[in-house]
């Protein structure tokens, strides 16, 4: 007894300082904010550096934004008051600025200033090119070639270049402020040749140049916007503009000096302006906001405003490719739109059931939904609520009317004729039952009604009844397990309900039996019927998801009220979608989405159908992200800079230690520091990623290596303390152990097993006495296998099995196996627990395959052990 309550004792202190360190950990992590914008300044110029990082010029000097905060590097008095007009990367940690007090350079890493020495005739600098490695700087009075020095060298041209842009066949062009555009590039004695593109511009001051992404060039000049139009460039927008840059939707964005940012569409044949944003939006709300002097579109697609006097801001607009169907009545009658009932058949055809307006099919050509009226006459503003085709016959679920028939007529798959209904007094399914869903296993028709679930034999024309729970959905998993959704939102695996704190809308069934689940908290996993559900969401939200399926990548797409999402399991990330037009739009009902055979999901919304193709959409590059590591002189925190500038809140990192199979470990972005000093003494080796806001990880990860040394601080000497006062517990009840057995016969010792004197060899050699540790501390977990004794002893699989082989010809899983049975065969020999007991304490997951390891070992089962023990170990009872 005395002894248990040491041990306790000692297990209470150690959890408290685990869970000290463990809540120090997450309080670092979550002390950083992001913020947004430069407060009251003039922006002039904005650039993104090789690692991701954004710069912007303003009146008193650089300021930068590493994907947490903004920075400001003011210049001296002598130099405040030039605004920055130019930011470019001369090398890595050398970015340069052109002001009209002359050109600058500034060290990224010491945050220093240092000016350029200009020629007298050199004026302010416009632009900064390179080809081949030579560096070119343009000027108003032309354009001079930097020597090894960054001393600006010879003039080369004449020349006064504005802007620059790399066309996507990878031409360098310039473009001038009385001569159109020229392309640069070099000779073959290496000597800057200028040769002139776009002719239709020769006399024209060009303020930008830009790409579409049908590679069609884009141009801005001083009084015009031209675009490509039968081969030729034409002007289409007359007037002065401010900037020009293309969103990464394909949108050409004009900055202007006093009316917002116009957005370029084509309007028939012509081309129009509208607001890019609501002149209402908080983005916007005085006159110095709509003074926009630099538009600039960084890696992720983020579009970046730089303002006359109102700072800085950040336009992130994230959509997904899709197609939205309304019905061919829609303008005349807009709740035709709230969609119940999606079915595709075999060829191809998808029709739609609607709420009120009777039943349609998508019409592809037309990008609408045409009617397919079932009765002749009034008697189609039905509530359709499920559709089925089997054959040349449509199975069409309705609220009031029960199941009708109708024929598809032959050669029209669009045209329909009522034939009958579905109906059998005899199993209690009724003419005007509500029908929610009809679901097709085999040759079987399953029916999900008010009154319950039935089942329709397509080949004998049988019927007969599942059950009486009215439901709303139906599923055969591969072991022809029933799944019924009730109308209640619960969820029965072959009748029992299964608990899970919330209202399920849709499920889904896995290959391996597991299950995922659209509920009102979220996106539910649950491992198996009798284990417990897990529920994810996006950051700091909790989503009531409607709907849900599978991808071909493995991704889940989820329906809810507020837009669409899509759930990558593995990292268990959301992404989430707008539908352009309002709240109405992103309103998908309850388990209506299919995913049709082109591998499209369609969706049923309040507004009509929305359509999207995951191979076809929109999604945001991989990120860019920068690690710092020896935060605060330890080699072991590190700061991550994730320059995913879109839905930032949605973006993460990512960490894994030591060898490829490890897993990775996810962070949402606030969790900007990772601070491992809690680890134990020795060596780490740690790779480090980032995520942007779709879930897409970069490859490229970083891997870092770092050394715990632990030194005596205020941690250790509380352990010290600690130390000492379990020593005297340790030491008193040593003393009182040994007087109370003085008077006892002492006990005879257990003989020494075999595998005791093999288990006694290995543990002289270190590395093999660190292995058998690993495994007797996980002794009882019986998912502890090779992969987590590698990760636990930091060495990888090729390693850890050479070392292994000379000690013993065990493979990994055999070592394990027989630390389990050594440790079995203690237990069993002090007789206080059963056979079954002891083989699930050592990890076996079955009494029976415990048995015959045991057997295969020792020779003998375990209970012949046990009791062959029993025997040896009696001793003549005490007698008082």
């Not at 007037?239 to 004009?254: A, V």
């Not at 990192?653 to 003494?681: C, E, G, I, Q």
């Amino acid at each position: 007894m005395q002894r248990r309550i040491v041990t306790c004792f000692f297990i209470f202190l150690l959890s408290c300082s685990v869970q000290l360190q463990a809540t120090n950990y997450f309080q670092k992590l979550s002390k950083f904010t992001t913020e947004h914008g430069i407060v009251n300044n003039t922006i002039y110029s904005i650039f993104q550096d090789s690692t991701g990082g954004m710069w912007f010029g303003t009146l008193e000097g650089l300021s930068s934004y590493n994907g947490l905060v903004f920075s400001s590097y003011p210049m001296t008095d002598s130099i405040t008051g030039y605004p920055i007009t130019l930011i470019d990367q001369i090398h890595k940690d050398q970015l340069l600025l052109g002001t009209s007090n002359g050109s600058y350079l500034f060290s990224i890493s010491s945050k220093q200033y240092h000016k350029l020495d200009d020629p007298e005739d050199f004026s302010t600098i416009t632009t900064l090119f390179k080809i081949h490695n030579r560096s070119y700087l343009s000027t108003k009075s032309g354009i001079y070639e930097l020597d090894d020095q960054n001393r600006i060298g010879l003039k080369r041209f004449d020349h006064s270049i504005t802007c620059k842009q790399l066309s996507p066949d990878g031409n360098l062009l310039l473009g001038t402020t009385t001569s159109g555009i020229w392309q640069a590039e070099l000779s073959s004695d290496s000597v800057l040749v200028l040769n002139r593109n776009y002719p239709e511009l020769q006399h024209e001051s060009v303020k930008a140049i830009s790409f579409l992404n049908e590679r069609e060039p884009v141009i801005l000049t001083e009084n015009a916007l031209w675009v490509m139009q039968e081969e030729k460039l034409v002007p289409v927008i007359e007037g002065s503009f401010s900037s020009m840059n293309i969103s990464q939707h394909n949108e050409i964005l004009l900055g202007t000096f006093g009316e917002f940012i116009q957005q370029v569409y084509k309007e028939g044949e012509k081309y129009a302006l509208k607001d890019y944003i609501n002149r209402d939006n908080e983005i916007f709300n005085d006159f110095y906001d709509a003074q926009i002097n630099v538009l600039f579109r960084d890696h992720s697609g983020s579009v970046w405003i730089g303002t006359n006097r109102a700072g800085l801001d950040r336009i992130d607009r994230k959509k997904i490719t899709y197609k939205k169907y309304k019905s061919d009545i829609q303008d005349r009658e807009p709740e035709a739109g709230y969609v119940n009932a999606l079915f595709q058949n075999e060829k191809g055809r998808l029709w739609v059931g609607t709420s009120g307006k009777g039943l349609y099919y998508l019409d592809r050509k037309k990008q609408c939904l045409s009617s397919a009226p079932i009765f002749p006459g009034n008697l189609n503003d039905l509530y359709v609520e499920a559709i089925l085709q089997h054959k040349d016959k449509l199975y069409v679920g309705t609220r009031h009317m029960g199941i009708i028939t109708t024929s598809v007529v032959a050669g029209d798959n669009t045209h329909v004729v009522a034939s009958g209904q579905l109906f059998s007094k005899e199993t209690g399914l009724a003419k005007n039952d509500y029908i929610y869903a009809l679901k097709r296993f085999d040759e079987n028709l399953y029916i999900c009604s008010s009154k319950g679930t039935f089942v329709y034999g397509f080949d004998d024309n049988s019927f007969s009844k599942l059950d009486s729970v009215p439901s709303i959905n139906f599923a055969l998993d591969s072991l022809n397990n029933r799944w019924i959704l009730s109308y209640r939102m619960e969820l029965y695996f072959n009748q029992q309900k299964l608990e899970f704190g919330t209202e399920v809308s849709d499920f889904h069934i896995g290959n391996d039996g597991e299950v995922w689940l659209a509920t009102g908290k979220g996106v539910a996993f649950l491992r198996n019927v009798n284990a417990k559900p897990i529920f994810y969401n996006p950051a700091k939200k909790v989503i009531e998801f409607t709907s849900l399926r599978k991808d071909e990548e493995g991704s889940f797409w989820l329906g809810s009220r507020m837009g669409i999402y899509r759930f990558d399991p593995q990292t268990k990330l959301f992404a989430s979608y707008q539908i352009v037009g309002g709240s109405k739009a992103n309103s998908f009902n309850h388990a209506k989405l299919l995913q049709a055979q082109d591998s499209e999901f369609y969706w049923g919304s309040n507004d009509g159908v929305v359509s999207i193709n995951p191979q076809a959409s929109s999604y945001l590059p991989k990120p860019m992200f920068k690690v710092e590591q020896g935060v605060k002189k330890e080699a072991s925190i590190f700061n991550v800079y994730n320059y995913s500038y879109n839905h930032q809140e949605e973006n993460g990192l990512a960490y894994r230690f030591f060898h490829p199979d490890s897993s990775w470990n996810y962070l949402p972005v606030d969790k900007s520091v990772l601070d491992f000093s809690h680890l134990d003494r020795g060596s780490y080796q740690l790779d480090i990623a980032a995520i942007n806001a779709d879930g897409i990880m970069n490859d490229n990860f970083k891997s870092f290596h770092f050394q715990i040394k632990r030194s005596l601080n205020a941690r250790l000497s509380l352990w010290g303390i600690i130390l000492i006062v379990l020593a005297g517990i340790v030491f008193w009840y040593w003393k009182a152990r040994k007087a109370d057995l003085a008077s006892v016969v002492e006990e005879e010792e257990q003989p020494e097993t075999p595998e005791d004197k093999i288990y006694k060899e290995w543990t002289q050699d270190e590395f093999m006495q660190k292995a058998l540790i690993v495994i007797e501390e996980n002794l009882s977990d019986n998912s502890f296998g090779v992969n987590e004794l590698y990760l636990a002893i930091q060495m990888s699989k090729s390693n850890f099995y050479r070392k292994l082989k000379k000690f013993t010809d065990l493979s990994p899983n055999e070592l394990i196996r027989f630390v389990r049975l050594r440790k079995s065969a203690q237990l069993l020999i002090e007789a206080k627990q059963s056979v079954n007991e002891i083989a699930y304490e050592v990890g076996f997951n079955s009494p029976s395959y415990f048995t015959r390891c045991f057997k295969q070992q020792f020779g003998i089962a375990p209970s012949e052990y046990k009791e062959h023990y029993n025997m040896l170990s009696c001793t003549p009872e005490k007698v008082h």
